[in-house]
């Protein structure tokens, strides 16, 4: 398969606990996208990285949230001390810088469930 | 700031039975504007990107339009299969990281 993928697609953890999401885009997309969308709602811009670097982060994105892409391939998005308003699914995605059709793809989604 | 609004919310129709599903937008300035389905619990599947007032594109049952304020996804002759939610998003020329911004979606469901 050759699409982004996530991982997990599902995780239920207490209020309090820490999460860690993972996300491999499609293979050379230098550009990467984490988005979130809850129950009847579109997605939300949560942050972006072009290459290794974040570039723009929204203010959806408290302190309790850090993404990160170290070598410039997969990502990770990291969230502390979760809230029950934390529950959503977390969508990443991904483009390549310039590409014809300027397309961006998404990921499965990783569903949390915070009770 | 940028915004879209889809209409209806939900839409049900017998199979067969054509329609139109609305996206209005405001932009600064339009790099672009994306049709996505998405089936429950999945991920948003790419479907059509349109750039200019009066561009049409197609693909199989689906065609989407855009004026200058808003995009049309028809839909002629529909099956079960096309039961799903459609996103419609803008990119806006002045965005540096070129994100999406997402209307709330319309939910479609195709009755046999």
């Known amino acids: 398969d050759t699409g982004v993928s996530q991982d997990p697609r599902h995780k239920i953890t207490k209020r309090g606990q820490n999460v860690t999401f993972r996300c491999d885009p499609i293979?050379?997309?230098?550009?990467l996208y984490w988005y979130r969308q809850t129950l009847g709602q579109g997605p939300e811009f949560l942050t972006y990285f072009q290459n290794e670097a974040q570039l723009e982060k929204s203010r959806l994105l408290s302190d309790r949230f850090s993404a990160e892409r170290p070598k410039g391939s997969f990502s990770t998005l990291e969230i502390q001390r979760t809230e029950q308003g934390d529950s959503a699914m977390y969508l990443c995605a991904s483009r390549q810088q310039g590409a014809l059709g300027n397309t961006i793809y998404f990921g499965e989604g990783s569903w949390l469930t915070v009770v | 700031e940028d915004q879209v609004t889809q209409s209806p919310e939900a839409l049900r129709l017998q199979e067969g039975e054509s329609s139109s599903l609305n996206c209005s937008y405001t932009v600064s300035g339009l790099r672009g504007l994306f049709w996505y389905r998405q089936d429950p619990g999945k991920g948003p599947e790419f479907l059509f990107t349109?750039?200019?007032a009066g561009e049409e594109k197609e693909k199989e049952r689906l065609k989407a339009t855009l004026t200058k304020k808003e995009s049309f996804l028809h839909i002629t002759a529909p099956k079960p299969e096309d039961s799903a939610t459609y996103l419609c998003a803008v990119q806006a020329e002045d965005q540096g990281a070129q994100k999406l911004v997402f209307g709330q979606g319309t939910r479609l469901t195709i009755n046999p």
């Open positions: 349109l750039y200019s």
């Open positions: 293979s050379e997309h230098n550009r």
